[in-house]
């Protein structure tokens, strides 16, 4: 059930426990992938996983902007302090368990909201009735190149929304890109931003990305987190 999509006398008649809040970033994937790359495949595989579960599942509308500094030097970034980003996500999860739905899983997108994610989830779970665990799909898959609007993120599009991959543009985020993310000396990144390593954004060529492998991380980011779902709706907390 799709919260934006339902009125409140069926929202009330839900039997769900678990809720899945979608989180992404609204910020720059080079010049061939759209700013929204990090919100549309995060609710793609939270959609994907409500229509696998067996049990109810509540689908909340997702967060669109993030933590999301390191991208401000291109055009359409948008980005809030993590403080900020914590407390909005902290005060959705505790609307959704006022309304019994107090099982919470983040269907996270953006790599720059893992490292608040979890500590805001461990906040809710240790300081609130409600139980929450972040879930972020590329962890979830077999994805060594993930890059930045690379072929991890490109698949995938082309997979649940090909409309919104510029095609044209692949081989101008290619040349432009840049093959890992950071400038490294030994163990230490150096890079803060974005912009200090590659030209357009781009990290990885999207260039070797296609909808059949999108397919296939869909279905691997799918199964993992229907298997939490179900694991979350059986855990004593």
């Given at each position: 059930?799709h919260l934006s999509?339902?009125?409140?006398?069926?929202?009330?008649a839900?039997?769900?426990s678990?809720?899945?809040?979608p989180?992404?970033?609204?910020?720059?994937?080079?010049?061939?992938a759209?700013?929204?790359?990090?919100?549309?495949?995060?609710?793609?595989?939270?959609d994907a996983?409500?229509?696998?579960?067996e049990q109810?599942?509540?689908r909340?509308?997702?967060?669109?902007?993030?933590v999301a500094?390191?991208?401000?030097?291109?055009?359409g970034?948008?980005w809030?302090?993590?403080?900020?980003?914590?407390?909005?996500?902290?005060?959705?999860i505790e609307s959704?368990?006022?309304?019994?739905?107090?099982?919470?899983?983040?269907?996270n997108?953006?790599?720059?909201n893992v490292?608040?994610?979890?500590e805001?989830?461990?906040t809710?779970?240790?300081?609130?009735?409600a139980?929450?665990?972040?879930f972020?799909?590329?962890?979830?898959?077999?994805?060594?190149?993930?890059?930045h609007?690379?072929?991890?993120e490109t698949s995938?599009?082309?997979?649940?929304?090909?409309?919104?991959?510029d095609?044209?543009?692949?081989?101008?985020?290619?040349?432009?890109g840049?093959?890992?993310?950071?400038?490294?000396?030994?163990?230490?990144?150096l890079?803060?931003d974005?912009?200090?390593?590659?030209e357009?954004?781009?990290?990885?060529?999207?260039r070797?990305?296609?909808?059949?492998?999108?397919?296939?991380?869909l279905?691997?980011?799918?199964?993992t987190?229907?298997s939490l779902?179900?694991?979350?709706?059986?855990r004593?907390?």
């Amino acid at each position: 059930m799709h919260l934006s999509k339902v009125a409140w006398p069926t929202a009330g008649a839900s039997e769900a426990s678990v809720a899945l809040l979608p989180v992404g970033s609204t910020e720059q994937h080079g010049p061939h992938a759209p700013l929204g790359t990090d919100v549309s495949t995060a609710e793609a595989v939270a959609d994907a996983g409500v229509n696998a579960c067996e049990q109810p599942v509540v689908r909340a509308p997702a967060i669109p902007v993030g933590v999301a500094a390191e991208h401000r030097h291109f055009a359409g970034t948008l980005w809030v302090q993590e403080s900020t980003f914590r407390a909005y996500v902290r005060e959705t999860i505790e609307s959704l368990a006022a309304h019994g739905w107090d099982r919470v899983i983040v269907v996270n997108g953006h790599g720059g909201n893992v490292a608040p994610l979890r500590e805001v989830c461990g906040t809710v779970t240790r300081e609130s009735d409600a139980y929450a665990v972040p879930f972020t799909w590329f962890e979830a898959v077999d994805a060594p190149d993930m890059g930045h609007g690379g072929p991890v993120e490109t698949s995938l599009l082309l997979h649940v929304a090909s409309e919104l991959v510029d095609e044209d543009e692949l081989d101008a985020a290619a040349s432009g890109g840049a093959d890992s993310w950071g400038i490294r000396e030994g163990s230490v990144n150096l890079a803060y931003d974005a912009r200090e390593f590659t030209e357009n954004g781009t990290v990885g060529d999207p260039r070797e990305a296609s909808a059949e492998r999108g397919a296939a991380l869909l279905e691997e980011a799918t199964a993992t987190l229907a298997s939490l779902v179900s694991t979350v709706a059986d855990r004593d907390t």
